[in-house]
């Protein structure tokens, strides 16, 4: 069982930069791909970025891909999603989710159902 807490977010200007963190607890962090999912008001959750348990490789939305850089640090039981360039339209709650096995597709990462864990959320507010 793996618990997933996020910190990191807050207010900040368009055109600006935050820095979320994942914090992760239990057992065998580094068997889990470990992904960022976003939900903004009256819409549904949707992909960000992830990265794989087996060789670090990254995925991200095409919304956010050269803006957002994910990374983990297995000895720190951590990921974290670096955001600069931020807009309007990145405003949404955060959500760090854990997901075991080995996905050959970049599709799996994708996919919210292929996570088992989730953190609680952290909110993104981007003033334009």
Do not use: H
Not at 18 to 23: D, V
């Amino acid at each position: 069982q793996v618990q997933l807490v996020e910190s990191g977010g807050g207010l900040v200007q368009a055109g600006g930069s935050l820095r979320l963190s994942c914090a992760a607890s239990g057992r065998g962090f580094s068997m889990y791909n470990m992904g960022w999912f976003r939900q903004a008001p009256g819409k549904e959750r949707e992909f960000v970025a992830a990265i794989s348990r087996s060789d670090g490789s990254t995925y991200y939305a095409d919304s956010v891909k050269g803006r957002f850089t994910i990374s983990r640090d297995n000895a720190k039981n951590t990921v974290n999603l670096q955001m600069n360039s931020l807009k309007f339209e990145d405003t949404a709650v955060y959500y760090c989710a854990a997901g075991s096995g080995y996905w050959r597709s970049s599709y799996s990462y994708t996919q919210s159902q292929r996570y088992d864990y989730w953190g609680q959320g952290t909110q993104v507010t981007v003033s334009s």
